[in-house]
Each structure stands twice: as structure tokens, then as C-alpha cells.
């Protein structure tokens, strides 16, 4: 995660932000995206508490890496200029197209909405960082979110003074990355 | 999905657009991407009939759109220049970095990398179509895939002679755009 230095995204910018994501293809036109915009400090501070019990959770699953990972910046909640939870909405069940063996293609659709936000946010010299270190219904309770709906993200939004040369986690030594040519096959899986 | 016109796409500007989906964001830097190109005229015709199946499928599951959904092109396996499946790897569940409550963020990831190919792909005047008109053993089985592993998409890329001016469900009157006003609230979800 970035550190944001805090100078407010204008308005017409954030607007901006939100329409690069809304330009996103979608699974039969759907739409699934929505986003709930945080401006108040008491919920923002309370999704902070909700992120910080699972990086707690995390940090133990990870047994022997534990501490290399709490010291790791994963959030950027209480800095960042604007708060944003990213949710599939309700009764997505109605759209057939595309997800009738493939129901989470809705999540797929959302996804390219981020990341067509987070290459808008860069061309700002805004930094975006994707939070999912949370419990989904402690989130859905917090924001009043009908039972059908899932969120999918908390996402960090803000001027920052530095962007990482590498992906943070390379910088970090957590994980490396690797050449695309490994990611690639022809006409079979191979191992 | 575009009409293509079965130009050649140049090896090194593939190149370009596997790389431009390899330097998406990923969770806990896992790059679960893995693409299997199908350049064996026999799978991709094997592909097209297993789409062809679940195309009919789903036009039954449309009810009283049977017909409509039937006259929408929804693939160019056969007529684009390169088919490509987009699938997760198998041996996930080890990764646990911000998918402890949360393992579908591999899915999340993943659709980051086809819409990074998606955007470079639009730049060099390709167009791409995202299939996810298929039943997953079916394409696990065609191509050797292993248990664990999930093909998410058949991603249909080639040149065209014209891109839709608006969506092409737009165009056809399958379904309508809305304004991105309409994706966000404030603190709270409103129905």
C-alpha cells in the first residue's frame, strides 16, 4: 500500500475516477458495480477497526511469517484521501447471460471496473490500493448492506509523494515476481 | 462481441498484451493467471462446441428472450485471431494474503490482468471478447486441466474492421447503460 500524503482528490477528479470504472465491460451488460463512498470519520475509523481484527487473523494464519507480515503497510485507511467499499449488489440471481455456470462472473465484472480505476487514478498521479483484509457481514452490518449484497473491497484512494519502482511486496522481499512467459501454455495445461 | 476479420496479430504484439495483463495488481503479488493459447484448429474448434452447447442452455434459461439472446453474436471463437483460456491455477488455498475471508480475490486479480490486456489490446486496434458461455469440466477435461485449477474466460482477440459505438448489448437493445451516478452512495447503502 501507498503512503498518501492526504491533499484532497477534487471533485471533478473523483468524478472522473468513478466514471473510468463505470466504462467497464460487464457479464450481459449488468453493471454490477457499486460503490459507497466513506466522508464520515466515524465510519471511516470503524472500518479501520474491522480491517485491523482480520490483519490480526491473518497475521496468524501465516504462522512463521507472522511477524514479516505485520510489518508489512496493508492499508492505507485512516491516510488516504477518500475511503470507497466496492459491493456486488442484491438480487443478482435475475442475470442469466454469462453466469449461468459462471455466477461469479458479476465478480469478474467488478474487477475490471477497479482496475480500470486504478490506471486513472495513476495518469492523476493518484495511488489506489484494494484492501480485502476484512470480514464481509462485519462490513455488511457497518454499512446497512442487504443480505444479498457482498463487498468485495475497501479501497484506498490519495495523492502520495513516492510510487513504488516494484510492486511493494517485491520491494518488501514478501514475494517476487515472476516472467509472463510462465504464465502462458499451448492448447494444454502443463504443470 | 466484435466481427473480426481474421487478420494475423503480429507475434511480438501478442507479446505486448500478455505482458500488459501480467503487470496488473494481484493479491499478496499471486499472479494466479494462467493463459492457454489455442492455436490447434481441432481444440478451437472442440472450444466452440462446447460453447455452442451452453449458448443453447442458456437461451432455454432466458425464457421469453430465447430467441433475442439467440440472434446476439456472443462469440468469434471461429472467426477472431487468437483464442485464448484464461484460468486460475490449481494449489491455491495456500495463499492466504488477503484471501483469509475473502478466496475469491484470486478471481478479483485474475479479471485486473484481462482488463489490463483488454485496454492494450483496444490501443493496437484489437478487439477482445470475454466468453463465459461454457461448462468449466468441459474445458478442464479438453484441456488437461488439473482438479484444483477454474477456467474463468475465452477470451476471443482480434483485429476489426469497426468497434460498436456503444455496447453492443446497447445496440441491440439487449439492455440499457446507466449513468455511474447511479453506483454510488454516501456512508450507507440505499436500495
Redesign the interface.
Known amino acids: 500500500m501507498r503512503h498518501f500524503n492526504g491533499k484532497q482528490i477534487p471533485e471533478k477528479i473523483f468524478?472522473k475516477l468513478?466514471?473510468a470504472?463505470?466504462l467497464?465491460?460487464s457479464?450481459?451488460?449488468?453493471?454490477p458495480?457499486?460503490?459507497?463512498?466513506?466522508?464520515?470519520a466515524h465510519?471511516r475509523k470503524e472500518i479501520h477497526d474491522i480491517v485491523e481484527q482480520?490483519r490480526i487473523?491473518?497475521a496468524r494464519?501465516?504462522g512463521e511469517r507472522e511477524d514479516e507480515?505485520l510489518s508489512l503497510k496493508v492499508e492505507g485507511i485512516m491516510d488516504c484521501s477518500e475511503v470507497l467499499v466496492a459491493a456486488l449488489p442484491d438480487k443478482r440471481q435475475k442475470h442469466?447471460?454469462?453466469?449461468?455456470?459462471?455466477p461469479?462472473?458479476d465478480?469478474?465484472?467488478?474487477?475490471?471496473a477497479?482496475?480500470?480505476m486504478?490506471?486513472a487514478a495513476r495518469v492523476e498521479n493518484i495511488g489506489l490500493g484494494?484492501v480485502?483484509?476484512?470480514?464481509?457481514p462485519q462490513i455488511k452490518q457497518l454499512?446497512?448492506?442487504?443480505e444479498g449484497?457482498h463487498p468485495?473491497?475497501i479501497l484506498c484512494v490519495g495523492y502520495t509523494d513516492k510510487f513504488y519502482d516494484e510492486?511493494m511486496?517485491?520491494e518488501e522481499n514478501?514475494?517476487?515476481?515472476?516472467a509472463?512467459e510462465n504464465?502462458?501454455?499451448?492448447?494444454?495445461?502443463i504443470?
Open positions: 468524478g468513478i466514471n470504472a463505470h467497464a465491460p457479464v450481459g451488460l449488468m453493471e458495480w457499486r460503490f459507497i463512498r466513506i466522508t464520515d465510519v482480520e487473523q491473518t494464519a501465516l507480515f442469466i447471460f454469462g453466469r449461468r455456470t459462471l461469479e462472473m465478480l469478474a465484472s467488478l474487477s475490471c477497479i482496475q480500470n486504478w490506471l484494494w480485502s483484509l476484512f470480514d464481509p454499512l446497512g448492506m442487504p449484497s468485495v473491497a510492486p511486496l517485491q514478501w514475494a517476487k515476481r515472476t509472463w504464465k502462458i501454455m499451448t492448447n494444454r495445461w504443470d
